[in-house]
């Protein structure tokens, strides 16, 4: 299912928007306009569009969940909500939902989607109308970016096959898709911090002929949330007349999940975290990236690293851990692990991790202004307009070297 999106205020090319999935399961794609409006709305606010304008009938439900969902975003940057209209030429109703009712969950085989399914799993009667059925597994999220090499999609194809295997032994059919939205803004930065979680909204809107209700793995939980595109004031924004919308298991820690999903072997030999680009040809975690290093920690308190097949560390070095990089997120994500290491007999890597936190403290202070430095490059924005900081780059300029 496509439709072409012209861009009316933005000066940016056209393009055609698709979903896909595979051919036999072609009847599982339903023609929503409600999955373009999700798809196509955050972008069309971020380039200054006073509209968007869609050639069918869009859900309610959808348009006044879209104007929170807007005004969210907006509040994290300390602006007001954006006057987008919504405009649908075959009015506002509601869809139907699909009977039976059929729950759905995207399905990554990474911590957050892992333990979303094995929740569902244990607590859930598998008669139960909140039964997860389908696990979603999409190329053009993750993989298949618009700079995508042959190599990730090699890496996607490795990760469906097993996922397939783990959906079968699970009773829930693994429904792999495909979609561009990424075309519509290439920056990474903003896919992750204002639009992923829309993106993955659309794609359980294009599937509304089989699924009725959605579960979005939380990627923080609740004690540490901090502004991110999948989010619990925004996720069930997107949801229609027709798509319950969760944002799930955000009432645990990272390490809380890990230790669920260690405990479940059929899900633990499958765990595959990495997101270094381009992936490693030959494994399925390369060990040393952000995510992979703090699963990597997680799995060593819980003394199960060495059992990981997918991981072929056995421990973790100090020399790793030095080597980490300031990410989003990475205060809320390490300041768990520092106690466990300790009490795991691991102060060499405690001690290091201390050192990340302060650093990446400083660093958010500094980027938040919150700092000295800050406080007098806010004063200068604000009262001089940006003159002292002008006039401090001209002497460092004519310095002597």
């Known amino acids: 299912m496509a439709a072409d999106v012209v861009w009316e205020d933005a000066g940016r090319p056209p393009r055609t928007v698709w979903f896909e999935t595979d051919a036999n399961l072609a009847g599982s794609l339903s023609a929503s306009p409600d999955a373009f409006v999700a798809g196509c709305i955050v972008p069309a606010v971020r380039h200054g569009e006073r509209r968007i304008r869609i050639d069918g009938a869009v859900c309610p439900e959808l348009r006044e969940g879209l104007r929170g969902a807007l005004a ?50 244990l607590e859930i009667p598998r008669d139960h109308p909140a039964a997860i059925r389908d696990g ?49 803004d290439e920056d990474l930065d903003f896919y992750i911090h204002d639009f992923f979680g829309a993106a993955l909204a659309a794609a359980g809107h294009a599937l509304t002929a089989r699924i009725s209700e959605l579960s979005i793995p939380s990627s923080y939980d609740l004690g540490h949330l901090i502004p991110c595109a999948s989010h619990p004031l925004l996720d069930p924004n997107y949801a229609s007349a027709a798509l319950a919308i969760r944002h799930d298991g955000a009432g645990r820690t990272r390490l809380e999940k890990l230790a669920v999903v260690a405990a479940w072997p059929e899900g633990f030999r499958r765990l595959q975290t990495c997101n270094w680009r381009p992936p490693p040809r030959d494994r399925s975690n390369c060990g040393a990236c952000e995510k992979c290093l703090r699963t990597a920690v997680g799995l060593l308190v819980l003394g199960r690293l060495a059992e990981a097949e997918t991981f072929r560390e056995s421990d973790v070095t100090p020399e790793a851990l030095r080597a980490l990089d300031y990410t989003t997120g990475f205060e809320e994500f390490w300041e768990e692990l520092v106690d466990p290491l300790r009490r795991s ?25 919150e700092d000295g430095k800050g406080l007098v490059k806010r004063f200068d924005r604000l009262f001089l307009g940006g003159k002292l900081t002008a006039a401090v780059r001209v002497v460092r300029r004519l310095r002597p070297r």
């Not at 007999?345 to 980027?367: C, Q, S, T």
Request: glycine share 8%; with cysteine.
């Open 136 to 184: 979603i597994l999409i190329l053009g999220h993750d993989f298949g970016l618009p700079d995508s090499n042959a190599l990730e999609y090699e890496r996607f194809e490795r990760r469906a096959a097993s996922l397939s295997e783990l959906a079968q032994e699970c009773g829930i059919d693994l429904v792999p898709m495909r979609f561009n939205l990424r075309e519509l």
């Open 345 to 369: 007999g691991r102060e060499d890597l405690a001690a290091i991790v201390e050192e990340k936190l302060a650093a990446a403290r400083r660093f958010r202070r500094w980027r938040d202004e």
């Open 72 to 121: 969210v975003l907006a509040s994290w940057r300390g602006a007001p909500p954006p006057p987008i209209a919504i405009e649908a030429a075959g009015g506002f109703r509601p869809p139907r939902r699909r009977e039976p009712p059929r729950s759905a969950a995207f399905f990554s085989g990474g911590v957050d989607s892992l333990f979303t399914i094995r929740m569902n799993l």
